[in-house]
C-alpha cells in the first residue's frame, strides 16, 4: 500500500504550479497531527502560545482522548521550513490527531521537527507567547480566553456567543462541532465563556493595544454561533454590531472590523457597516444545491439556498465587492453519505460557486474541513477529503481569480508561499505575493 509520503509526493509532482508548502499545509490541515509530550505548551505559563480553542474543536479527537495534550494544550500553530522539500516559511493552525504520520517531536539533536512516516521533512517553529496573554482581566479572565489571536498573531478572534441557536441534528450543519466543542470545555472546567460581554472585549483589547508594541494584530473578527431569536435581547446585527461600534468608539481605525454572521438582509447588513464593520463574511459553506440543503439544515430551513446567495450580492451593494467575503468549507461536498464521489466533480461544482461570485467581484475564500468526531459528517468520514481534491482546488481557486482579474481579498495578511499567515487554509500560500 502506498504510504502518505508517496501520495504527497506523487500529488507535488503531478501539480508543480502548487507550491509544496500548500500540499502538505492542506494534508496537515484535512489530517491532524500528533505531538511528542515535548512538543506540548505550558498552557498559559509557559513560553509557547497555546491553542486557544477559539470557536470549533478543529482536533480529530474529542479533549479527553487526547492524553496528555488535553492537559497540556499543543501550540495554536506551528511553522514550517526546510526539510527535504525546502519549504518556505509556512503557518499552519494546529488540528490533533494522536494517530496522525505526521507527528511533531524532537530529533536526535533535540531539533524540534515535523516527522511524516518517520521521516523529518521540516523544521518546525512554536509560536512565541504573546506579551498581552501574560496579563489578565480585571476579574481574572484570560486575554487568551476573551480575545484569542490567531494567524501568528495578525486576527483577534471573538467569538462573542460561543454556541449557534441552529440546534441539533436538523438544524447544525452537519461538519459543525461549536456547541460541542462549548459542551466538552465546560465539562472539562475549562473557563468559556458563552456570551462574552462587550467590556470584557474591549479590555482584552486594551491589553492587547498595549503590548503588541510591533502592531503584530491588524484584524478582528466578530462571530459565534448563528441567532435566530435573539442574545441578550437583540437579533444578530446589533448583537455582533455593538462590539464593533463599542471597539470603533474606543480604538477608532486601529483594526480591520470583520464580522462571520449569517447572510442577513440589506437593513441588517447596512446596520453592520454602519457599526464600523468593513468586511462581511455571509458564509455559503457549500455549492450544491442538494448537498446544502442536506448539510446546512439550518441554514436552508431559516433563510434558503437562494435567498443567501441574493443577500450575498446585495450586501456587496453596501460594502463594496471586495469587501464580501463569503467562506465555504473545503471538502466537504466530498463528505459521505450524500457528497460527490469523484474529485473531478466536486472540483467542477465547487469552481461553478466561484465563477458565481467572482464573476460579480467577490472573493470567496475557504477554510480546510476538519472531520471533527463528533459531528455526523465527521463520524462518517473520519478520514475527510481526498488531499487530491484539496490540491486541484487550490489550482481552480486562482485560477477563477485569475480568470476575473482579482487578486487576494484584503483583511487576510500577506499573500504568497513563504509570507502568508492564514492559517486555517493554504489558499494565501498559493496566490501571488503583492511584489512578485
Ligand atoms: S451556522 Fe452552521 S457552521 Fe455556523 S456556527 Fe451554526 S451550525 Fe456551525
Redesign the pocket.
Known sequence: MASRTDLVEELMSRHPQVPREAVIKEDLLRGGLAFDDAALTDNENGNVKPKSYFIFSFDHRTLPELGTAALRRPPEEIVLTGGPYELRRTVVSVRTNPSSPYRVGTDSDGRLRLFLDGRAIADVGLPPMPAYYRHTLANGKSVMEVAPTIQWGYLIYLTAFRV?Q?FGAKE??QY?D?NHNWRQHKQAGRPYTGVKPVDEVLEALEIIDRYDTEHASQAYTLTG??ITSQVNGLAEADFYGRYAQAIEERFPGRWIGKVVAQALPRADVQRFHDYGIRIYHPNY?VWDKRLFELY?P??ERYVGREEWHRRILDSAEVFGPRNVIPNFVAGVEMAAPHGFTSVGEAIDSTTEGLEYFMSRGITPRFTTWCPEPTTPLGRTNPEGAPLEYHVRLLEAYRATMDAHGLSSPPGYGPAGPGRAVFSVSSFMDTLPSADS
Do not use: A, T, V
Request: hydrophobic share 10%; net charge negative; charged share 25%.
Open positions: 449557534c441552529y447544525e450543519c459543525c461549536i454561533g448563528s459553506e446546512c439550518g441554514k
